[in-house]
């Protein structure tokens, strides 16, 4: 009795995993299809935009350069929000037994500050400068 409940159990798992694998499998396909179908449409938003800011600028050269500084303008934001908030936490949570850290936090929220201002005032730069400057 104990040989016959063994196998059933053995038999059943064994079913059971090749049935699992079978749905892992065919979740896993239409998901590469999905990924697949969304990494297309972000390479064409992608070439849309670039062929937009090179019509926009009149150059292949200059639109290729006000695109890469807007994608700097959009991605400096969170990355210097996440280091100013470093040199707050180095400043004002660790900086009180510290005082070696005060400064360190210091210094890390006035060079992320500097940062953020200056990415996000090159692209206004570039585009008076291609706007004015080339005649």
């Not at 929000?81 to 005082?99: E, P, S, T």
Request: proline share 1%; net charge positive.
């Amino acid at each position: 009795m104990k040989k016959a409940i063994i196998i059933i159990t053995i038999f059943t798992i064994v079913f059971g995993i090749f049935i699992c694998t079978n749905t892992v499998k065919a979740a896993e396909q239409a998901i590469d299809q999905e990924t697949e179908s969304k990494l297309v449409e972000i390479k064409e938003s992608t070439a849309n935009s670039l062929k937009d800011y090179q019509e926009k600028y009149g150059s292949d050269v200059y639109g290729l350069v006000a695109y890469i500084l807007n994608i700097i303008r959009i991605y400096s934001i969170p990355f210097c929000f996440l280091g100013i908030a470093i040199g707050a936490i180095h400043k004002y949570v660790i900086g009180i037994r510290k005082l070696d850290t005060l400064e360190k936090g210091l210094g890390l929220i006035v060079t992320f500050v500097t940062i953020l201002i200056i990415c996000q005032i090159l692209p206004l730069a570039f585009a008076v400068f291609v706007k004015f400057g080339r005649g």
